[in-house]
C-alpha cells in the first residue's frame, strides 16, 4: 500500500510504516511496480526521489536529522543507491556515518537489534537488477533472444562490465529498441512491472529484497 505524505498521513493501525530514499525518477517507477509484491495490508510505504545520487548523498544526512525529530518506532528508511564505479565498502561506510551523524542507529550498526535505517547498495546500477529477471526483460522487449542471459557477459548481472546502463541499452539498441537513446523511466516500467523478486539473479537485488522481508515478517 502505498502512502504519500508525513506522519500525520499514516492511518491508525499500521504496522510498519517504510520511507525509501532512492537517487531518480527511473528507482521510483521501479520500486512502484516491486513494492505491493511484499509491502501490503497493514503495512505502507512511501518514496522520496532526489535529483541523481549526488544530491540524494549531499542531502542524506540533513534528511535524516529532520526524521529523527519525529520518527516512530514502527517506521523504517531505506537509502538505496547505485554503486557505480564506487568502491562499494566505502560507498556503504560513508551511508552508515551519515545516519551516525544524523542520531539514528542503522541495521548494520544494530549487530541485530533495534535500528532505523537500513542502507542498500544496488551494484553496480539498479539495472543490474533487470538483468536478474531475464523473464522480465523478454517480457518487455520480447525480440530479445531467450538465452540472452546465458552468455558469459550477462550470466553474472552484478558483474557486467562497462556499466549495466550501457549494457542494456546496447543490448537493447541490436534489437531495435530506443534507437536515439534508453529512457530510463520508461524502461523501469516496462521491465519492474513483470519481475518476480524471489527469482531475481542479482545478488545486490536478493539482499536488498531479504533486508525488506526481515523488516516486514519480524514487526
Known amino acids: 500500500m502505498l502512502i504519500r505524505g508525513v ?5 491508525k493501525g499500521v504496522k510498519m510504516h517504510l520511507e525509501f530514499l532512492v537517487e531518480e525518477l527511473s ?15 497493514e503495512h505502507t510505504y512511501k518514496i522520496i526521489t532526489f535529483q541523481g545520487k549526488q544530491d540524494l548523498l ?27 564505479s564506487q568502491d562499494c565498502h566505502e560507498l556503504k561506510e560513508h551511508l552508515e556515518n551519515c545516519a ?18 537500513m542502507n542498500r547498495i544496488a551494484i553496480e546500477e539498479i539495472e543490474s537488477w533487470y538483468f536478474g529477471d531475464p523473464d522480465a526483460v523478454r517480457a ?3 525480440k530479445i533472444s531467450t538465452n540472452f542471459h546465458k552468455k558469459a557477459k550477462f550470466r553474472y548481472p552484478d558483474q557486467i562490465g562497462g556499466g549495466t546502463w550501457e549494457a542494456l541499452e546496447k543490448l537493447l539498441k541490436s534489437k531495435g529498441y530506443y534507437r536515439h537513446g534508453l529512457r530510463k523511466t520508461e524502461l523501469a516500467r516496462d521491465i519492474s512491472k513483470h ?13 536488498f529484497w531479504h533486508g525488506i522481508t526481515e523488516i516486514i515478517t519480524d514487526n
Open 195 to 207: 519481475m518476480e523478486p524471489l527469482k531475481n539473479r542479482s545478488k545486490s537485488f536478493q539482499i
Open 27 to 41: 528507482v521510483e517507477m521501479a520500486l512502484h511496480n516491486l513494492l505491493p509484491k511484499l509491502v501490503t495490508g
Open 140 to 142: 518487455a522487449y520480447p
Open 7 to 11: 506522519k500525520s498521513l499514516i492511518p
Open 100 to 117: 551516525k551523524a544524523a542520531g539514528l542507529v542503522t541495521k548494520t550498526q544494530s549487530a541485530g537489534g533495534t535500528f532505523t535505517v
Open 58 to 84: 549531499k542531502k542524506v544526512t540533513m534528511e535524516l536529522r529532520g526524521y529523527r525529530r519525529w520518527i516512530p518506532q514502527d517506521f523504517k528508511i531505506i537509502v538505496l543507491v547505485d554503486r557505480d
